[in-house]
Structures are given as C-alpha cells and as structure tokens.
C-alpha cells in the first residue's frame, strides 16, 4: 500500500508539472497570437491556434490531477486504518 501511495505522489507531482507548464503557454499564447498569425499571413500558411488543444489538456490533467489526489487519500486512510492497534 505504501508503494502504491508512493508512485501517485510521483504521478501528482509529474502532473502538477505539467499542469504548470499548459498554464504558462496558456498564459502567453493571447501575447504571442497576434504577431504569430501576422507572420504566418506574411509567409503564406495556416495559423494553428492552440488555444482549445491547451484547454483540453488543462482539463484533462486536472481531472487526473483530483482521481491522483482521491487515490492517495483513500489509499492513505486505508494505509492508516490497517496499521492503528486493534481493540
């Protein structure tokens, strides 16, 4: 069980990173979208806006982020429960 435990937490912790870094280009991507879809006018191809691909990966890391984070707490509590002295 603690094992278990052990690998979500490094599974949390790799999701939060990149929760963190979809954030970030979630962030920038308003600033860089007008001068990026000018350059691709200017060199004659299609402007990809990422916006909606980012905010499904946002959605989907937080939704793996709270199944993580459930997991780690039932399984921590059931961890707890098994080692406390029975009466």
């Not at 954030?23 to 000018?38: D, G």
């Not at 350059?39 to 199944?67: H, P, T, V």
Request: proline share 3%; aromatic share 4%; hydrophobic share 30%.
């Amino acid at each position: 069980m603690a094992k278990k435990v052990k690998s979500e937490r490094i599974n949390l912790h790799q999701i939060d990173e990149e929760l963190k870094s979809v954030n970030m280009r979630l962030h920038e991507l308003p600033l860089k979208k007008p001068t990026e879809s000018t350059f691709a006018k200017m060199i004659g191809i299609q402007y990809e806006d990422q916006m909606e691909q980012l905010e499904k990966m946002k959605l989907n890391l937080e939704s793996q982020k709270d199944q993580i984070t459930s997991s780690i707490k039932k399984d921590t509590d059931t961890f707890i429960t098994e080692m406390a002295p029975q009466n």
